[in-house]
Structures are given as C-alpha cells and as structure tokens.
Nanobody
Framework: QVQLVESGGGLVQAGGSVRLSCAAS????????MGWFRQAPGKEREFVAA????????YYADSVKGRFTISRDNAKNTVYLQMNTLKPEDTAVYHC?????????????????WGQGTQVTVSS
C-alpha cells in the first residue's frame, strides 16, 4: 500500500514558478513509476509527467514540455514537479500518482494510488 500527500500549490502570476512535492509512504514506492496529473473544472484528468523508479527516464505531455520538470528523491520518498513559465491554462488541481507495476503510462486508469491533490491557480 502507498499513501501520497501533495503540497506546494497556490496562487501565482503568469510567467511565475511553483514546485510541487509529493511525499509517499509505503515500502514499494522506490520500485514503481510515478506520475503527475491535473484536472481543471469541467475537464478530464490530464497526464502531465511521469518518471521511472530509478529516475533514468522521464516523459512529459506536449503542453508542458520544456516548462515542467519531474524528479524524484527515493531516499526521501518524494517526487517533485517544478513548474516554470506558468500560464493561466495550467490552472488545475494537481495530483501525484503511483503505479504498482513497471513501465510508463499516460492514462490515469493505469495508476493504482493517488494523492488528494493540490490547487495551482495561475493569474493572468
């Protein structure tokens, strides 16, 4: 079992930066890929980024590529999402998620564990 708790969201102006953290508990954390998703009001949950357990590989949605960076610190059981050059369309609740099997996935149904989410609001 894995428990995930996000933090770091808030209100930021367009062009600004925010770093989200996802603290995980559970001894299986280090083995499996982790991901970040976001959901804006009235929209589907959207893939943002994913990272393998060894942090050797990362994968990003086209909409955030070059602006967002996902990383993980297995010693601290924490995954991060550094978000730069934020745009109003990045406004959403951001969730971290963990798989319970190996391999990247961009669909939310492939992730077994979820955090409660943290709100990021980008003002224009």
């Amino acid at each position: 079992q894995v428990q995930l708790v996000e933090s770091g969201g808030g209100l930021v102006q367009a062009g600004g930066s925010v770093r989200l953290s996802c603290a995980a508990s559970g001894r299986t954390f280090r083995r499996y890929p982790m991901g970040w998703f976001r959901q804006a009001p009235g929209k589907e949950r959207e893939f943002v980024a994913a990272i393998t357990w060894g942090a050797g590989s990362t994968y990003y949605a086209d909409s955030v590529k070059g602006r967002f960076t996902i990383s993980r610190d297995n010693a601290k059981n924490t995954v991060y999402l550094q978000m730069n050059t934020l745009k109003p369309e990045d406004t959403a609740v951001y969730h971290c998620a963990a798989r319970n099997t190996l391999g990247f996935a961009v669909v939310h149904t492939a992730y077994a564990y979820w955090g409660q989410g943290t709100q990021v609001t980008v003002s224009s």
